[in-house]
């Protein structure tokens, strides 16, 4: 089975510009969560989707949005960007809904520069 | 609520030589622990959780960990470490949210350095 996938790679933006990151779970996964991860406060849980609602958030703000496809696949987007958004964006997919302690497979992750 | 505690942010040992990341939680309920792995411009791999099934649990690559309940603990141990262990690794705990949902936080981070 193929990995989980995350489009782009890497991307570079301005301040003030708005973003949207793309991922794919695993195939048969219907659970998808966003992380952000950066040097000075880790790794930190955004949110999850599940049968196209969001189940689960972290506390971002409402700047961060995302959404779930009827294909499983996410989108995150990130409006009014700021240099404090400078990150690795990981995307998680995992078999079902996060009531059991499934375990999450991650992506590679996007890496998001904001200048 | 729960947390995660890794006591060591960086650990160095001798290829060859045993390897011990520490970790300690705290969560309000019967939490699943996993440890994962980051080699540098990866994502995460699983390297082995904790279901409440056996407290000594058998991950990849020989790695393995032991659930203590009474020390609120889950080490990661390796009896031999290799050049290709170097990497970051993060313990981390599933457990239920205000929501009734559950959602997992992520410790801080170990950085381990393997010596030839």
């Known amino acids: 089975k193929a990995g989980v996938t995350q489009t782009p790679r890497y991307l570079i933006k301005t301040r003030g510009q708005q973003v949207t990151l793309s991922c794919s779970p695993i195939?048969?996964?219907?659970?998808v969560s966003w992380y952000q991860q950066t040097p000075g406060q880790g790794l930190q849980f955004l949110f999850e989707?599940?049968?196209?609602?969001?189940?689960n958030k972290g506390n971002f703000p409402g700047r961060f949005s995302g959404r779930q496809f009827s294909n499983s696949r996410s989108e995150m987007n990130v409006s009014t960007l700021e240099l404090g958004d400078s990150a690795l964006y990981l995307c998680?997919?995992?078999?079902?809904?996060?009531?059991?302690?499934?375990?999450?497979?991650f992506g590679p992750g996007t890496r998001l520069t904001v200048l | 609520a729960q947390s995660v505690t890794q006591l060591d942010s960086h650990v160095s040992v001798s290829e060859g030589t045993p390897v011990l990341l520490r970790c300690n939680y705290s969560?309000?309920?019967?939490?699943?622990l996993f440890w994962y792995v980051q080699h540098p411009n990866k994502g995460l791999q699983l390297l082995l959780k904790?279901?409440?099934?056996?407290?000594l649990v058998k991950g990849i690559n020989g790695f393995e960990a032991e659930f203590k309940k009474s020390e609120t603990s889950f080490h990661l141990t390796k009896p031999s470490a290799h050049m290709s262990d170097a990497a970051e690794y993060f313990c981390?705990?599933?457990?239920?949210?205000?929501?009734?949902?559950?959602?997992?936080?992520f410790g801080s981070g170990t950085r381990l350095q393997v010596q030839p």
């Open positions: 981390v705990v599933s457990d239920l949210k205000d929501t009734g949902r559950r959602a997992l936080t």
């Open positions: 195939s048969g996964h219907r659970s």
């Open positions: 998680a997919s995992s078999p079902r809904t996060s009531g059991s302690p499934d375990t999450q497979y």
């Open positions: 989707y599940f049968s196209e609602t969001q189940r």
């Open positions: 969560s309000s309920y019967s939490p699943s």
């Open positions: 904790y279901t409440s099934a056996a407290t």
